[in-house]
């Protein structure tokens, strides 16, 4: 029997770590298995024939909300193509609110797997070898405990990559946005057998380890072992890890701030600090402390923090979210404004009415108003969000930026005016404006809130940017 498993991720760096799991799962009973792997750039065409080359007997699509539409798509043109083979989708998109897949199950698509993969597709692989599908078309799959041993077992080339690595099943808060509040418990590999797997993957060249875990320092004490070890002297890659900053102690503090720069990057879903708005969301945070905790790591410069927060929230106006975004602007290297998702199968998209939600009927859910803020109201904080990533994130415009931007104005609005100006100025998206019309825009509005002396040091520190991060010799375009 010939089982080939199917995903497409987000971008071209992105691997999926699930179908390597199963791939792992089913290699260990047997069976013959091969991956096929695109992403959202590459045509449905090129898809389609890599699934029909397989000449696979069993088909597994690997859904997100990201990729659902042309799984669903390719499903039905593969059923086409190969009505004899058995096709199943599993994943988080999947799992949850399985009525909505009724009218293709047993047409284009014979088995959903709904939850943890591993013993669910094992098990029906075994059933269809036996000659004796299952009768039911929606399987379940139960927890499992992390098997030790790198996912990564074949004789893929791991050098200079980015590869995931999961150490922790599970997570210790039970927000209502998010499908890890559906979890289990928690589940994990141990210090010890973490940081062997680490090592190996240094062995193997790997420039970016991301740990895929929801909460990685759900134990502090095991969180720091790791860390601890990374301070040691011979790594060479970077490892980012996924954290709640309310969960750090003395003893993690301190060895984050002697970490040797660029080997640990931090991910923090702060959210909001609106304590209401937390509250709601069951999100059990004191984001004082995330705030102080994580402007004390940014001082030492010994770590790149990514902080998350999250707009149309409960309890959260537009006004209220932009004291939230001044609060925690300064503690952090990336500030990402993430859209809320009403995801199947959450407790917040149970909550919709009650709150008022609207959002898109399609993947990704996005909220597109609630009972505290407007659709122009999430529409404005997005050509915000555009903006950080093209001048703050890129760090193009770093000088500049800690001209423009000090702790004793308001940073949002220092944003909000950038948007007003640029739309004003030139109306085109953010993403369509050229790098040098970026610059000059960016002098543009400084001129309009900085005096005089204060404009000349911007105008230093952006030729300085300019002459950094773009050509040599090329002329200044303000």
């Known amino acids: 029997m010939k089982i080939a498993l199917f995903a497409v991720n987000g971008g071209y760096t992105h691997t999926n770590l699930a179908i390597r799991c199963l791939r792992q799962t089913l290699a260990s009973e047997g069976f013959s298995v091969s991956l096929i792997e695109h992403n959202l750039r590459d045509r449905t065409d090129s898809m389609l024939?890599?699934?029909?080359?397989?000449?696979?007997?069993?088909?597994?699509?690997?859904?997100?909300?990201?990729?659902?539409?042309?799984?669903?798509?390719?499903?039905?043109?593969?059923?086409?193509?190969?009505?004899?083979?058995?096709?199943?989708?599993?994943?988080?998109?999947?799992?949850?609110?399985?009525?909505?897949?009724?009218?293709?199950?047993g047409g284009d698509v014979d088995y959903i797997i709904s939850g943890e993969g591993e013993a669910a597709v094992s098990a029906l692989i075994r059933a269809l070898r036996d000659g004796v599908p299952p009768t039911e078309r929606i399987l379940f799959g139960a927890p499992q405990q992390l098997a030790d041993g790198i996912v990564y077992t074949d004789n893929e080339d791991l050098r200079?990559?980015?590869?995931?690595?999961?150490?922790?099943?599970?997570?210790?808060?039970?927000?209502?946005?998010?499908?890890?509040?559906?979890?289990?418990?928690?589940?994990?590999?141990?210090?010890?057998?973490?940081?062997?797997?680490?090592?190996?993957?240094?062995?193997?060249?790997?420039?970016?380890?991301?740990?895929?875990?929801?909460?990685?320092?759900?134990?502090?004490?095991?969180?720091?072992?790791?860390?601890?070890?990374?301070?040691?002297?011979?790594?060479?890659?970077?490892?980012?890890?996924?954290?709640?900053?309310?969960?750090?102690?003395?003893?993690?503090?301190a060895i984050l701030s002697r970490m040797p720069r660029g080997r640990v990057r931090l991910e923090v879903g702060l959210q909001s600090t609106n304590p209401p708005t937390l509250a709601a969301v069951n999100r059990r945070i004191d984001p004082r402390k995330v705030v102080e905790c994580l402007t004390l790591l940014r001082r030492a410069q010994t770590v790149h923090i990514h902080l998350d927060l999250i707009a149309g929230l409960p309890f959260e106006c537009y006004s209220r979210f932009a004291q939230s975004f001044d609060e925690a602007y300064f503690c952090c290297d990336v500030l990402q404004l993430g859209h809320l998702k009403l995801l199947h199968g959450t407790q917040l998209r149970s909550q919709a009415e009650e709150y008022g939600y609207t959002c898109t009927k399609r993947p990704p859910y996005a909220v597109l108003s609630n009972n505290w803020i407007s659709y122009d109201e999430l529409r404005r904080l997005d050509g915000i969000a555009d903006l950080l990533e093209r001048y703050r994130d890129s760090g193009r415009f770093s000088r500049a930026l800690d001209v423009l931007i000090s702790p004793d104005c308001s940073p949002f609005s220092r944003w909000e005016g950038l948007l007003d100006h640029i739309e004003h100025e030139d109306g085109r998206p953010i993403s369509r404006i050229s790098q040098p019309d970026a610059y000059r825009l960016l002098f543009g509005y400084a001129g309009t809130v900085l005096n005089s002396e204060m404009l000349a040091e911007f105008n230093a520190a952006l030729r300085a940017d300019y002459a950094a991060a773009e050509v040599r010799g090329s002329r200044i375009p303000w």
């Open 160 to 253: 200079g990559k980015l590869v995931y690595y999961e150490s922790a099943r599970g997570c210790p808060f039970a927000c209502s946005y998010c499908l890890s509040s559906r979890t289990d418990g928690i589940r994990a590999k141990s210090a010890e057998t973490v940081i062997a797997d680490l090592r190996r993957f240094e062995g193997r060249g790997v420039r970016t380890v991301k740990l895929v875990d929801r909460t990685f320092n759900f134990s502090p004490s095991r969180a720091n072992a790791i860390w601890r070890a990374l301070l040691e002297e011979g790594w060479q890659g970077e490892y980012h890890f996924e954290i709640c900053a309310s969960l750090l102690n003395e003893e993690s503090m």
């Open 49 to 105: 024939d890599a699934l029909i080359a397989a000449q696979a007997d069993v088909y597994g699509f690997s859904c997100y909300i990201w990729n659902l539409p042309v799984m669903l798509t390719l499903a039905a043109d593969l059923r086409a193509l190969r009505p004899d083979a058995i096709i199943w989708l599993g994943g988080p998109e999947v799992s949850y609110s399985t009525e909505r897949f009724d009218e293709i199950l």
